[in-house]
């Protein structure tokens, strides 16, 4: 028995209170007394910590588990735990309103960009046909980019339709969003969008990349179907009132029109010889030199009536 009393582990009287036991000649062994004098409570600071942090250490310490919407813990730190009912709600509104919703617009808006892709191709074939036989040199020229960018070429023009992948909304004071139709509904928030630049054809042969380009119009798309058309004053702008505008191949058409007769009828300024007089290297090998010139005529209707 003596040999089993010395052999005994320390640890459970330290982290757990031991059964009781009877009274024996254990109790009279010296391995309690070793405790009593362990080298804790030598140390006058100690001894007035530990006290101290014991019974406190539960109510101070910071939580850092899961925790519902009032900032109260529902589990220990690293525990799964299920997500509050409320934030799952908040997620599945904005799923089911705003993202499809956006899905539903992207379609519409890539519909309208097939439909200005089939407009113009007609538009070629139709000016190729009307082109006298002494003109073949002008090129008329439709060419597919990819899924959402195509260009239309003519004389020494380049349009430009891009579309864009993201559906974007704006300020609560710009375009159609004050309107009626607007208002009534969030969802005609937000908007597929269409941009039509105009460079010159040969900016983009030669590939000079400091030649502008010019923002000739936007088309916006909504979940309706109806769209909202802004841009330089030579388009022929509907009225701007949404709910009265509603994508047809024929509103494409006109879209496409305007903006060729926009860029045709702007022609390109050469800079003043004071600012081309001295080039560097780098627009030489570019073939800068006489590329910074801007096109007329091309100013927006920022005051749109809505």
């Known amino acids: 028995m003596a040999k089993l009393s010395n052999k005994a582990p320390a640890a459970p009287e330290l982290f757990a209170p031991a059964e009781p036991r009877p009274a024996t000649d254990l109790v009279a062994t010296p391995a309690p007394a070793r405790k009593k004098a362990s080298r804790v409570p030598k140390s006058p600071k100690k001894e007035a910590l530990i006290p101290a942090e014991a019974p406190a250490a539960p109510a101070e310490t910071v939580h850092s588990g899961a925790t519902a ?29 705003k993202s499809t919703a956006k899905q539903a617009i992207f379609r519409n808006t890539l519909a ?8 113009s191709q007609e538009l070629v074939l139709e000016l190729a046909h009307k082109r006298p036989p002494l ?3 002008v090129v008329l020229e439709y060419r597919s980019i990819n899924d959402m960018e195509f ?20 300020a609560d ?5 004050p309107s009626a139709y607007v208002q009534a509904d969030f969802r005609r928030r937000f908007f597929g969008h269409i941009m039509a630049y105009n460079f010159m054809a040969d900016s983009i042969k030669y ?12 088309l916006l798309v909504n979940i309706e179907n109806h769209y909202f058309l802004e841009g330089v004053q030579q388009l022929e702008l509907p009225n701007n009132d949404m709910s009265d505008n509603v994508l047809t191949t024929d509103a494409m058409r006109l879209f496409v029109e305007s903006a060729m007769i926009a860029a045709v009828n702007n022609d390109l300024i050469a800079p003043p010889l004071t600012e ?10 570019e073939n800068q030199q006489v590329s910074r010139g801007s096109k007329v005529g091309f100013s927006f209707s920022h005051e749109q009536v809505v």
């Open 69 to 97: 919407t009032n900032d109260q813990p529902t589990a220990e730190a690293g525990s799964p735990t299920e997500a509050p009912a409320d934030r799952l709600d908040q997620i599945f509104d904005g799923l089911k309103q």
């Open 112 to 119: 309208a960009f097939e439909c200005l892709r089939l407009v």
């Open 135 to 137: 003109d073949a040199s």
């Open 151 to 170: 260009h239309i070429r003519f004389s020494g023009d380049l349009l430009v339709f891009v579309m864009h992948s993201n559906i974007v909304t704006f």
């Open 173 to 177: 004071e710009y375009g159609p969003m």
């Open 207 to 218: 590939q000079r990349l400091n030649d502008p380009g010019y923002l000739v119009g936007r």
């Open 276 to 285: 081309i007089q001295k080039i560097n290297v780098k627009q030489k090998l």
